[in-house]
């Protein structure tokens, strides 16, 4: 019987946009501006939630879980990718990468969840609004947050422990970050049944949340239609017009960078694909939940005015 050679492999090199190398410093600052912006959005978002009272409700607790959650996300990918823009350290142990992964994983299926509580929280308020606070009481909101983290753990533990037990031939990471394809590319071995399970969680956790949020916004949409006033239209609306813009293009790009087929894009598409939800998605959430949010900037402004009472007019312009 002939015994296959399996090289031992203690660490992997990643090739971040390797097509880019000339404009790798241009990357780095624009991926820092970022990253400092969302990373502040986050903060800001979380403590304003935390600070103020108004803004204790089941929304807004789904809300600051997300905020946080997003910031440990980005944390976890984007401080090594801008390290392995200006060369600092591209490299990553085998232990690292799957901590990565395991991390990555978990968080990216729990904001994929906790977008999915936030429209049930939105079906609700609108389809259901006297029955409301009975509801979405206290105990309900914690078991959807999780229950969320508890899908993430669970499918990031099947997951990595499937992928890091293949045998890798080569060390080359064609990525930025440990992404789940990418490492398995590496396997000496016929990675297919791997493919499979990955497909199968990345439906579970894309496509049914995905499905619950519409099958809520097409409740949603009927019942809105049904009020006579216009103002109450408007108002309905706009509610709901933040969440279900992050739904679109968070579920989105996740469907194009998991439920694709494999051989589909080059290295490059599949590394700006990446980019869009690694990046710009938690960026996009600061933006529309923060800064285009009237009760965020209400609350942002009243804590503010606490602080400093004497540039009362000059936030209430910066804020408007």
């Known amino acids: 019987m002939k015994k296959e050679n399996h090289t031992l492999v203690s660490e992997f090199t990643f090739q971040c946009f390797s097509s880019f190398h000339e404009q790798r410093l241009t990357l780095f600052v624009v991926f820092l501006a970022l ?189 809105i239609l049904k009020i006579t006033s216009v103002e109450g239209r408007k108002k309905a609306f706009a509610t709901c017009a933040s969440h279900l813009t992050v739904v679109i293009v968070h579920y989105g790009c996740a469907s194009i960078a998991y439920l694709k087929p494999k051989s589909e894009n080059t290295r490059d598409q599949d590394q700006l694909i990446s980019v869009t939800y690694t990046v710009i998605t938690p960026l996009l959430n600061t933006v529309v939940y923060t800064l285009r949010n009237k009760e965020v900037k209400d609350a942002l402004f009243r804590v503010i005015v606490r602080k400093f009472p004497d540039k009362m007019g000059l936030f209430h312009e910066v804020l408007r």
């Not at 103020?52 to 984007?78: C, G, K, Q, W």
């Open 35 to 223: 990253y400092i912006l969302t990373l502040a959005g986050n903060i800001i978002t979380v403590t304003i939630i935390s600070l103020d009272r108004h803004l204790h409700t089941p929304m807004y607790y789904f809300l600051n879980m997300l905020s946080a959650s997003e910031t440990m996300y980005t944390l976890v990918i984007i401080p090594k990718m801008l390290c392995n823009l200006i060369g600092l350290s591209q490299t990553i142990s085998l232990a690292g990468c799957a901590t990565q992964m395991f991390f990555f994983t978990t968080l990216a299926i729990n904001n994929c969840f906790l977008l999915t509580a936030m429209g049930y929280d939105r079906y609700v308020a609108i389809c259901n609004p006297l029955r409301y606070s009975v509801i979405m009481n206290r105990r309900v909101c914690i078991q959807l947050v999780w229950g969320a983290c508890s899908i993430g753990l669970i499918a990031a533990m099947i997951q990595v422990s499937a992928v890091f037990r293949l045998p890798f031939c080569t060390t080359k990471v064609a990525h930025f970050f440990c992404d789940i394809r990418p490492v398995m590319k590496l396997s000496c071995v016929d990675t297919t049944v791997n493919e499979i399970l990955t497909l199968i969680i990345s439906v579970l956790v894309i496509l049914v949340p995905m499905g619950l949020v519409f099958i809520s916004y097409i409740l949603i949409i009927s019942t």
